[in-house]
């Protein structure tokens, strides 16, 4: 069974993160300059929350708050559910599905080691499926012999 360290290994351990301390407004120019719907706030080394894109909209925007004024650590979603490099894809998806999250930060004794989304475990899977359907068309048909 693959694990989280398989999809780190192939998409690369970086992680955009952002202190509690710093605007709502900055969370987002981040997230929109890099095209991703997450970062991880960290103090040090220590994972100490989320703040997503539904957090920017539920808890600032719904609620009329200034992005300019608001601070990460108060629309943030803490705790947060995290993995570690061999927890399963299987277990990952069960997590994600279960709190409907789509980024579940990596972390192990030493600190945060990189993030797994939604999109990765499908971008995975499909590319697990391709190869098998590859396999057994090869198999049944005898392409590549």
């Given at each position: 069974?693959?694990?989280?360290?398989?999809i780190?290994?192939?998409?690369?351990?970086?992680?955009?993160?952002?202190g509690?301390?710093?605007?709502?407004?900055?969370a987002?120019?981040?997230?929109?300059?890099?095209?991703?719907?997450?970062?991880?706030?960290?103090?040090?080394?220590?994972?100490?929350?989320?703040?997503t894109?539904?957090?920017?909209?539920?808890?600032?925007?719904?609620a009329?708050r200034?992005?300019?004024?608001?601070?990460?650590r108060?629309?943030?979603?803490?705790?947060?559910?995290?993995?570690?490099?061999?927890t399963?894809?299987?277990?990952?998806?069960?997590?994600?599905?279960?709190?409907?999250?789509r980024?579940l930060?990596?972390?192990?004794?030493?600190?945060?080691?990189?993030i797994?989304?939604i999109?990765d475990?499908l971008?995975?899977?499909?590319?697990?499926?391709?190869?098998?359907?590859?396999?057994?068309?090869?198999?049944?048909?005898?392409?590549?012999?």
């Amino acid at each position: 069974m693959a694990t989280v360290q398989a999809i780190l290994t192939r998409k690369g351990n970086q992680v955009l993160s952002i202190g509690a301390d710093d605007t709502v407004l900055d969370a987002a120019r981040r997230m929109n300059e890099r095209g991703i719907g997450g970062l991880v706030v960290t103090e040090g080394e220590h994972v100490i929350g989320i703040v997503t894109e539904r957090d920017i909209l539920r808890r600032v925007v719904a609620a009329q708050r200034i992005p300019a004024t608001t601070q990460v650590r108060e629309v943030m979603t803490s705790p947060v559910a995290c993995c570690r490099p061999e927890t399963t894809l299987a277990e990952c998806r069960g997590v994600m599905t279960a709190k409907r999250i789509r980024h579940l930060p990596v972390v192990d004794d030493q600190g945060l080691r990189g993030i797994v989304t939604i999109g990765d475990l499908l971008a995975w899977e499909v590319n697990e499926h391709e190869t098998t359907i590859e396999y057994l068309n090869s198999y049944i048909f005898g392409v590549g012999r």
